[in-house]
Structures are given as C-alpha cells and as structure tokens.
T-cell receptor, first 117, second 112 residues
Framework: KAGVTQTPRYLIKTRGQQVTLSCSPI?????VSWYQQTPGQGLQFLFE???????NKGNFPGRFSGRQFSNSRSEMNVSTLELGDSALYLC????????????????FGPGTRLTVL | TQLLEQSPQFLSIQEGENLTVYCNSS?????LQWYRQEPGEGPVLLVT?????EVKKLKRLTFQFGDARKDSSLHITAAQPGDTGLYLC????????????FGKGTKLTVNP
C-alpha cells in the first residue's frame, strides 16, 4: 500500500506570492490533517479535513486555507507569502477522524519544504 | 503558548547508555502520543498512551503517562545508533475542539 505522498517536495517562492501544496492520502483514508514544522515553533496544527469538510482549524491567519476533494486528496494554499512562512509542511492521513480515538493512527507524508525569499 | 514542554532539546550519548526524555504540561490531555522523525521524512507514531499511570513497552523503549495525564516520559535502554532521530510528544487536547499539540522535540544522537 502506497504511503502518503506530498507534492512538490521542495519549493522556493518570494514574498507576496502564493503557493499551493498537494497531499494524496493512503488509499481508503478519509481524513487529512496539515501541520507546519519550524525549528522555532516545532510542529503546529493547521487544519483537518474529513469527507471534504473542515473539522478543525489551528491558530493561523486567514492566508492559510485548504480544501479536500471527493477522492480525499487535499490541497493547502498560502497567499501573500511572508518570510516566516518558510517551513516544512506536513500532511497526515488516517482512516477515520484521528482525534478522540487512540487506535486511529495518523500516517505522515515526507512533507513539502517551502522556502520564502 | 507552547502547551507541551519537551526536554532536553538536544541529547548526545554513547551507544549502550540509557536516556529519558520528558514531556510536561499544565494542561490535561485525553491521550498522549510519541513519534520519531528522521531527516527528510515525516514523523512515525511509536505509541499512544491513554490512561493516567499507563506504562507501555516497545522493545527497549518504555513510555509512561503521568497519573494526572499532564506529563509523559520516554525511556530508552541501551541506546543504539539506530535510535538517532527527533522524538516528538503530542497531546490530544480536551474540550469541544480537539486537536493534537506537539512538543518541540528532542534531537537524539547516539554515537557508536
């Protein structure tokens, strides 16, 4: 079974641009969560989607948005990029809603490394 | 505000030594997870602890959840170079809007 895939793996953008990152979950998984990882703040929750609906959202500005398609694939978009948006963006999928059940494991993708110049 | 404080931030030890990583909070969590992340990869779940006082063992790794469900520890016995990596704890918050909050991680290096 293929794991979670994220594209692109690396991305360089300049301030003010926008970017779209893609995540394909493990086949059969319906839940996708997104995280931002930086050396200073660690891993921070962005948002979670289940069956095309956003179930939960972290404390990030409105420049960060996402969506999920009927095939469970998900995209996240960051508009008006800032230097501080440079980070590793991780996507995780699970069969059911991952939170609240100790047995639902989240499987992480390798991430997209975004550099904002 | 970092809900989960993880310590130490960096740890460099020799093969065969024992070590403990701590994860502390003033908040109560429904459950707590430990992950290991290697360079260029996403975190991989090692264990989930749910009950206060719970202890789980995974070969040379022992995980403990505090009685009050506010803290946790990871103990590695006889560390090996293959244990090198970034260890992350993550707590599931309580309340209506559950989410997973992560500690900043402990970067472990085991030297042969």
């Amino acid at each position: 079974k293929a794991g979670v895939t994220q594209t692109p793996r690396y991305l360089i953008k300049t301030r003010g641009q926008q970017v779209t990152l893609s995540c394909s979950p493990i086949s059969g998984h319906r839940s996708v969560s997104w995280y931002q990882q930086t050396p200073g703040q660690g891993l921070q929750f962005l948002f979670e989607y289940f069956s095309e609906t956003q179930r939960n959202k972290g404390n990030f500005p409105g420049r960060f948005s996402g969506r999920q398609f009927s095939n469970s694939r998900s995209e996240m978009n960051v508009s008006t990029l800032e230097l501080g948006d440079s980070a590793l963006y991780l996507c995780a999928s699970s069969f059911l809603v991952p939170l609240g059940r100790s047995t639902d494991t989240q499987y992480f993708g390798p991430g997209t490394r975004l550099t904002v110049l | 505000t970092q809900l989960l404080e993880q310590s130490p931030q960096f740890l460099s030890i020799q093969e065969g030594e024992n070590l403990t990583v701590y994860c502390n909070s003033s908040s109560v969590f429904s459950s707590l997870q430990w992950y290991r992340q290697e360079p260029g990869e996403g975190p991989v779940l090692l264990v989930t602890v749910v009950t206060g006082g719970e202890v789980k063992k995974l070969k040379r790794l022992t995980f403990q959840f505090g009685d009050a469900r506010k803290d946790s520890s990871l103990h590695i016995t006889a560390a090996q170079p293959g244990d090198t990596g970034l260890y992350l704890c993550a707590g599931l918050t309580q309340g209506g809007s559950e989410k997973l909050v992560f500690g900043k991680g402990t970067k472990l290096t085991v030297n042969p």
